[in-house]
């Protein structure tokens, strides 16, 4: 299957949208979330404690939905989720791919020391998933 890049280049040019997890029932679990395109592969931040994280530890399907500020022009990007380990060192591994989403968000923070302290206390860990499928509105 090919996707449309269009798409793609929509979701590339933005930065947050609202994931999509499964809940044990089936039914959806949707969280605002902040999110970094790289080459192709989508990571978002996440604690270890939230639904969403435990939704796909029994479930990798993952959809994220991105709109234009307008809300007319949308895209969906659905695909299999992976997670990191949970973050246990600062220069641990995760530590290390949530540095490089945090600069796909937000550029250089002011103190790269602390940020990376807050990660282990945060229990953070990456969810990453490249498009399997997308579909949406995107102006031709």
Do not use: S
């Given at each position: 299957m090919t996707l449309d890049l269009r798409m793609?280049?929509?979701v590339a040019g933005n930065r947050a949208g609202v994931?999509?997890?499964?809940k044990r029932d089936g039914r959806p679990q949707l969280s605002n979330?902040?999110?970094a395109w790289d080459d192709?592969?989508?990571?978002?931040s996440v604690t270890?404690?939230?639904?969403k994280?435990?939704?796909l530890r029994r479930d990798p399907r993952v959809t994220l939905h991105v709109t234009s500020r307008d809300f007319w022009t949308w895209v969906a990007v659905e695909g299999t989720a992976e997670l990191t380990p949970v973050a246990a060192d600062p220069h641990d591994?995760?530590?290390e791919e949530l540095?490089?989403?945090y600069r796909g968000v937000s550029g250089e923070h002011p103190d790269w020391d602390e940020y990376r302290a807050a990660m282990v206390a945060d229990r953070r860990l990456v969810v990453r998933f490249r498009p399997e499928h997308a579909y949406g509105q995107v102006p031709s």
């Open positions: 793609l280049e929509f994931l999509a997890t499964l979330v902040g999110y192709g592969l989508i990571r978002v270890d404690a939230r639904a994280t435990g939704n591994a995760t530590v540095v490089a989403y």
